[in-house]
């Protein structure tokens, strides 16, 4: 599947753009720490090629269209490394988003012959697709993005729906979509402990 288009909006998405079934979502930010470093953009795309940037200025104003996006029970949201997205989107607008399906751990639960889970190695190994991460030490919070950046950053969203296509099929293979499921619910929890200092913390260990 090749891009249609990017749309880039200030601050929220439009009112009439309406998204529905699963949704793809990522985010930029100034750096890797939820607690120091802000949201600067959230990428959406719902599988047809077209991607939507949304810019989030440094002065966070509502963003009710986002935020139903994030809030609807029967829209499934889908993230590469949700874990990260989720806390960072919760600490930003206060919604802890559900239900979600994280591309990295149905990875891991499947293709335990390898240790490379990144999107780029799951695009290349699973959909023959070659993609880059050039642009991904970059300004974020600038107030107009380089082409290179919305390329790279609709990239983080537009192979999502097809990766869960091909997850899906290793997870039932396995015997492991119930577990996956599992984990998927437990996202936003972990995120609410990784914002509260659990990051390295096991919880579930012994000692």
């Known amino acids: 599947m090749k891009l249609v288009k990017i749309h880039v909006h200030k601050d929220d998405l439009p009112d009439s753009l309406e998204l529905k079934g699963s949704v793809a979502i990522d985010t930029e930010t100034l750096g890797l720490n939820p607690h120091r470093d802000r949201l600067c953009l959230v990428q959406l795309s719902d599988g047809s090629g077209v991607c939507h940037l949304v810019q989030i200025s440094r002065d966070v104003a509502p963003a009710p269209n986002l935020l139903k996006i994030l809030n609807d029970p029967k829209i499934l949201k889908l993230f590469h490394y949700g874990r990260f997205d989720i806390a960072i989107l919760y600490k930003t607008f206060g919604v802890l988003t559900t239900p979600v399906y994280c591309t990295k751990i149905a990875s891991r639960l499947t293709r335990n012959f390898t240790s ?20 991904r030490a970059s300004d974020w919070g600038q107030r107009t993005l380089a082409i290179e950046q919305q390329n790279y950053a609709a990239t983080d ?19 492991r979509t119930e577990l996956a499921q599992a984990c998927f619910d437990f996202l936003p929890t972990c995120a609410k402990l990784d914002l509260l200092g659990y990051v390295d913390l096991d919880l579930f260990n012994h000692s």
């Open 157 to 175: 969203v537009l192979h999502l729906h097809e990766l869960k296509e091909k997850l899906d099929v290793l997870l039932e293979r396995e015997g």
């Open 116 to 135: 490379k889970h990144g999107l780029k190695n799951l695009c290349s190994e699973l959909l023959d697709v070659e993609i880059s991460k050039q642009a």
